[in-house]
């Protein structure tokens, strides 16, 4: 019925109040470290898994035109945010399947400089080198040709070039002087232009339309294979500031039909500004919530005894009880026997009279007030507040007789 502990000596919990706070540290710690990374794990991906995109260093990626364009101050950007991909500046596609749905892509670079690079190399991630890759064959030309079908059906084919040197436009800027890779992939098919071709006439670079897409036929003019050669490196720039639009401010390598997009968050979106000030906010008022919660202002208050000691609380207990039971109502004429019985006694009233005499002999006592009239109005209360001043009468009337 009380906290009275059962033991000897200070009590002690199962842990030490240090060891619980580092365990607490340790799972805020955790926990807020899930979030973050949960939030930016799209872009802490490394892109290094052997493929054919601008986050790729394997000798079919294009991280090497990527990193030079940069070192050159051209602004390259590699973009994972779809919506990103509305910029005038020129954006460069570099689909590895046919099976990659290109339709929305298409439709919002429609009339803004776009280079599509077609697949070329099937290769296998190398398990001694990450993000290198070894070499299995050449792509069949059905996954080249299906990338841009069926809206543009190209027809590519596989030549032997030898590494002779491609043949551009006369109005095209001197500088694009490539040798042909070896194997050579060039295309063909309606509304292509051709830009860059082999001395045989087999298309390289092609616009297509009259609109300004371009395809690129052979990818290693651009890959970290042709980024080998310095004369192919500096041809590959002077391309992709060609095929840029006038203005532009740098260019875009898409990586979203690599498998490397991401659409926006609202949890990243609570880490950047403005944002970041309502989150810090927030953590340091649970951090002080948490603080108030647990540290305690001096001893710890020992709770009351649910029952108490002495005469006070018995009396309280049975008026709580009598007060549950409802029987207030029948307190009255008890209250008038027990003054009766008491009086009784102390004055000596004769054994032999007996109720209403009994009550006649109490009433011819000396008082301003006499026991008849006062018992029954003690008998015919109800309220609980004129049975207290009924009692507290008859109390005072007894005292009167008494002192």
Same mark, same amino acid.
């Given at each position: 019925m009380s906290d009275v502990p059962v033991t000897d000596g200070e009590m002690r919990g199962a842990f030490d109040v240090r060891t619980v706070a580092i365990l607490i540290a340790v799972g805020?710690? #955790?926990? &807020?470290? /899930?979030?973050? &990374?949960? #939030?930016? #794990?799209?872009e802490l991906r490394s892109g290094r898994n052997g493929g054919a995109h601008a986050l790729s260093t394997a000798a079919t990626g294009f991280s090497g035109i990527v990193t030079l364009a940069g070192a050159t101050g051209r602004n390259p950007q590699v973009v994972r945010n779809p919506n990103a991909l509305s910029t005038e500046n020129l954006v460069v596609l570099t689909p590895e399947r046919a099976a990659t749905d290109m339709t929305k892509v298409l439709a919002l670079r429609r009339v803004k400089p776009t280079l599509v690079v077609l697949p070329k190399w099937s290769t296998t991630p190398d398990p001694r080198h990450s993000g290198w890759v070894n070499y299995v064959a050449l792509l069949p030309v059905r996954e080249p040709m299906g990338v841009l079908a069926p809206q543009y059906p190209l027809k590519v084919t596989r030549y032997r070039s030898g590494g002779r040197p491609l043949v551009a436009l006369p109005w095209m800027p001197p500088s694009l002087r490539f040798a042909a890779p070896r194997p050579l992939y060039t295309l063909a098919g309606p509304g292509v232009r051709p830009l860059l071709s082999d001395a045989a006439g087999h298309v390289v670079l092609a616009q297509i339309g009259q609109g300004p897409l371009y395809v690129l036929a052979d990818p290693d003019l651009l890959s970290n294979i042709g980024m080998r050669d310095a004369a192919q490196a500096r041809a590959a720039l002077d391309l992709l500031d060609w095929l840029n639009s006038t203005g532009a401010d740098g260019i875009v390598f898409d990586v979203t039909l690599n498998g490397f997009g991401r659409s926006p968050s609202p949890l990243k979106l609570a880490f950047d500004p403005p944002f &970041? #000030? /309502?989150?810090l906010t927030l953590a340091a008022a649970l951090l002080l919530a948490g603080i108030q919660a647990t540290a305690r202002f001096g001893p710890p208050r020992r709770r009351p005894r649910a029952i108490a000691f002495g005469k006070t609380a018995l009396i309280d207990n049975a008026a709580a009880l009598v007060r549950k039971a409802g029987r207030q109502g029948g307190l009255g004429e008890r209250y008038v026997q027990v003054v009766r019985d008491r009086a009784v006694g102390v004055f000596g009233v004769p054994t032999r009279l007996r109720d209403g005499a009994r009550d006649g002999y109490l009433d011819g006592l000396a008082g301003r007030a006499r026991f008849s009239t006062l018992a029954e109005d003690a008998r015919s209360a109800r309220h609980p507040g004129d049975m207290l001043a009924a009692a507290q009468a008859l109390h005072h009337w007894l005292w009167e007789k008494t002192r």
């Open positions: 805020i710690v #955790a926990f &807020l470290g /899930m979030v973050v &990374l949960g #939030a930016y #794990a799209p &970041l #000030a /309502m989150t």
